[in-house]
C-alpha cells in the first residue's frame, strides 16, 4: 500500500474512533456530546438540559436553560440498606416536574470536576434508560468544561412546563439480590466491579459496606479510571474511546457485544459510570446495574472474596 494511502487510513480510522468524544455530533444524537455541540444546540426545541449537580452548586451557576435536576435519583430502600432506584411512579412525577416528554433529548451534566461528578450523571442517565428512554446524553466535562469554555453561565432558575414522561422499567437493567444470587455461578454473566483496587481486593473498605472484598468472580474496572478528571487539571472528560476499548479487553470483557454484563459498586453510583461507558459508547447491549451494590450485599450472608482474583 501507497505510504501516503496508509498514512490517510490510519488517520481515517482514528477520526472514526474519537469521533464520538469530541465530535459535533451534528447529526443525531450521540451518547456523549461536547460542549460546542451544546452551545450550538442549547435552543433546539425538545431538548432538556439537565443539570445534577450537588444541592447548592446550580444556585451559584448553571448553563443557561439548565432544570435543577438534583433528585432524588435515588433513595433508602426499603430495608433501610443501601440507596437504590426510587418507585416508578415516584420518577416519573420527578422527571416530568423537570420539564422531560416522551419525546425529549435529554442532556444531562454534574460539576465535572471529578469521575465521582460525572457519575452523577451517569446515575440519572441509567435511570432514564431504565425506564425506557433512550434518547440521552451526557455532556463530556460537565460544568466545568463548559466554563472553562468561556460560555454563558446563569443564575436564574429554569422553570418549566410539566412535561408527559411516562416509563416503565425494561427487564435485565436493574438487577436485584436475587439475581446476582441465580447469576453468580452462570459462566454467562460477567460482574465488574468498579471501586478502587484496595476495595476490591478487601484491604479496605467504605465506611458504610459491612465486610471487605468482592462478589466471586468479578471482574476488576474503577470507574474512577474512565475519565481524565485531574490529569493536568482537567475536567472530568471521558478517556478516548480507543483507550477505553483497550480497557475493556485489557480487564477482560467479553468481546461479545450480547454478553450479559452487570455492574456494582459501592452505592450505585459509579456503576452507573461503568455501564454508560459499556453500553451507550462500546455498544454492548446486556449491561444492568446492581441496583443494592455492596451497601446491600455485604449485609447479607452472600460469599466475599478477598486477595485474589475471580474465583467463583
Known amino acids: 500500500m501507497d505510504i501516503t494511502k496508509k498514512f490517510s487510513t490510519i488517520l481515517l480510522g482514528f477520526i472514526l474512533s474519537t469521533s464520538l468524544l469530541i465530535g459535533t455530533a451534528m ?14 444546540n442549547i435552543n433546539r426545541s425538545n431538548m432538556v438540559i439537565l443539570d445534577v449537580s450537588d444541592f447548592t452548586h446550580y444556585e451559584k451557576n ?3 436553560g439548565a432544570v435543577k435536576a438534583f433528585g432524588p435519583w435515588m433513595t433508602m430502600n426499603h430495608d433501610f440498606v443501601g440507596f437504590m432506584m426510587p418507585k416508578v411512579s415516584d420518577l416519573n412525577s420527578m422527571i416530568r416536574s423537570y420539564g422531560v416528554n416522551n419525546n425529549s433529548f435529554v442532556v444531562i451534566y454534574a460539576e465535572g470536576v471529578t469521575a465521582a461528578d460525572t457519575a452523577k450523571s451517569a446515575r440519572a442517565l441509567w435511570t432514564l434508560q431504565a ?15 463548559w466554563e472553562r469554555s468561556g460560555e454563558a453561565i446563569s443564575t436564574r432558575a429554569a422553570t418549566p412546563a ?3 414522561f411516562s416509563g ?14 441465580s ?17 476490591y481486593f478487601g484491604k479496605e473498605k467504605n465506611s458504610e459496606v459491612a465486610r471487605f472484598g468482592h462478589i466471586p468472580g468479578s471482574l476488576l474496572w474503577p470507574a474512577s479510571y474512565i475519565t481524565n478528571a485531574g490529569v493536568n487539571l482537567s475536567p472530568s472528560y471521558f478517556k478516548d474511546v480507543k483507550v477505553l476499548r483497550q480497557m475493556a479487553a485489557g480487564v477482560g470483557i467479553p468481546a461479545d457485544k450480547n454478553a450479559k454484563i452487570i455492574t456494582y459498586s459501592n452505592h450505585g453510583k459509579s456503576a452507573a459510570l461503568t455501564y454508560f461507558v459499556l453500553h451507550d459508547i462500546l455498544g454492548y447491549r446486556n449491561v444492568g446495574i446492581y441496583d443494592g451494590s455492596m451497601l446491600q450485599y455485604a449485609v447479607t450472608k452472600a460469599p466475599l472474596n478477598t486477595f485474589q482474583w475471580g474465583g467463583r
Open 183 to 199: 447469576e453468580l455461578h452462570s459462566p454467562g454473566v460477567t460482574f465488574v466491579d468498579t471501586r478502587l483496587p484496595e476495595q
Open 162 to 164: 410539566l412535561g408527559n
Open 27 to 40: 447529526a443525531g444524537n450521540s451518547p456523549l456530546v461536547s460542549v460546542k455541540w451544546l452551545a450550538n
Open 62 to 64: 448553571h448553563i443557561p
Open 168 to 181: 416503565t422499567l425494561k427487564k435485565g437493567m436493574v438487577v436485584s439480590f436475587a439475581d446476582v444470587q
Open 131 to 145: 425506564l425506557g428512554h433512550n434518547n440521552t446524553a451526557i455532556l463530556n466535562g460537565g460544568f466545568t468544561a
